[in-house]
């Protein structure tokens, strides 16, 4: 069974860093890709980053490339997103989701939702101004 469980959200006040950890079972990450998105209240389900371990590359949204770092523990079937310099706007909920064989048209894809197979639950992140 794929499963994937978030974790390390919180409060956190602006300025601060947080890491979250995404541990994933039922699957390896070769020939796959972890993403990461968030969801704030009101608003769309946007991507955040993403490993695609098929070809060894990752992504990042513009916006929020040089604040925030995707990584992997793939002994520990983990994915890390960490997060500096965190700001009120950065509040979310925010998930980990696989794509299983990502395609060459994933590089174009990766930042949307539809494009993912499994996701998990969630966890908060708050940023305090």
């Known amino acids: 069974e794929v499963q994937l469980v978030e974790s390390g959200g919180g409060l956190v006040q602006a300025g601060g860093s947080l890491r979250l950890s995404c541990a994933a079972s039922g699957f390896t990450f070769d020939g796959n890709a972890i993403g990461w998105f968030r969801q704030a209240p009101g608003k769309e389900r946007e991507g955040v980053a993403s490993i695609n371990y098929a070809a060894g590359n990752t992504y990042y949204t513009e916006s929020l490339k040089g604040r925030f770092t995707i990584s992997s523990d793939n002994a520990k079937n983990t994915v890390y997103l960490q997060m500096n310099s965190l700001k009120p706007e950065d509040t979310a909920v925010y998930y980990c989701?696989?794509?299983?064989?990502?395609?060459?048209?994933?590089?174009?894809?990766?930042?949307?939702?539809?494009?993912?197979?499994?996701w998990g639950q969630g966890t908060q992140v708050t940023g305090e101004a």
């Open positions: 989701a696989t794509a299983f064989s990502p395609s060459f048209t994933y590089r174009r894809r990766w930042h949307l939702p539809a494009r993912y197979d499994y």
